[in-house]
């Protein structure tokens, strides 16, 4: 089945720096998406990417959809401390997938700490 | 604000005793998902709903049932919870298949 390879596991860091996480996949995606999950909440949905080639910002958080589409990078800017949590790459299932059209295939999460 | 909504936030329950999970929605979402996530690991999907359409995911345990009476509410039922079923559980929605799913609070469920 599909994979997506997230990397890094974990990062720990100074506020203030900047932040690049990534995901790669053997398989096409047509929507790529970056959740991040604070401890006993939910995923929340930072960006979506639609687009091969695709650059999306969202205040300080940038991410890409690579033009093969099998991979996509999160940066964040400027660390500062509500940062910290996990963050989630997903790639979506296309229309092409028949009864699991739509599913996500979740990457494994990168854990940032982020240091005052 | 339209949202998804799961409860109770916390649900303790024994060894072997049913129990049952709610999810409600407020964004008239076709689509309504069901996930596990266990400690340090992704989500999983176990089914989802699209309309009244059940698809259950092939290595969701029989265990594991649901129930979508109207658009807006969808229910997880764990008829004898064990050990192992101990986890959070995460609802979802989209307004179609292929669009952006977006998730509840999650419910953490603690089997004694």
């Not at chain 2, 072997?16 to 979402?29: A, E, I, M, R």
């Not at chain 2, 999983?44 to 092939?58: I, M, R, S, T, V």
């Not at chain 2, 345990?61 to 807006?72: I, K």
Request: charged share 15%.
């Amino acid at each position: 089945g599909q994979q997506l390879n997230q990397s890094p596991q974990s990062m720990f860091i100074q506020e203030g720096e900047d932040v690049s996480m990534n995901c790669t996949s053997s398989s096409i995606f047509n929507t790529w998406l970056w959740y991040k999950q604070d401890p006993g909440e939910g995923p929340v949905l930072l960006i979506a990417l639609y687009k091969a080639g695709e650059l999306t910002s969202n205040g300080r958080l940038t991410a890409q959809f690579g033009i093969t589409r099998k991979d996509s990078f999160l940066n964040i800017s400027a660390s500062i401390p509500s940062d910290v949590g996990i963050y989630f790459c997903a790639g979506q299932l296309g229309l092409n997938y028949g009864g699991s059209q739509g599913n996500l295939i979740f990457g494994k999460g990168t854990k940032l700490s982020v240091k005052p | 604000d339209a949202m998804v909504i799961q409860n109770p936030r916390y649900q303790v329950t024994q060894f072997g005793k049913p129990v049952t999970l709610s999810c409600s929605q407020t964004l008239n979402h076709n689509v309504m998902y069901w996930y596990q996530q266990k400690s340090s690991q992704a989500p999983k999907l176990l089914f989802h709903y699209y309309d009244k359409d059940f698809n259950n995911e092939a290595d969701t345990p029989d265990n594991f049932q649901s129930r979508r009476p109207n658009t807006s509410f969808c229910f997880l039922d764990i008829r004898s919870p064990g050990l192992g079923d101990a986890a959070m559980y995460l609802c979802a929605t989209s307004r179609a298949k292929v669009e952006t799913q977006y998730f509840g609070p999650g419910t953490r469920l603690l089997v004694l």
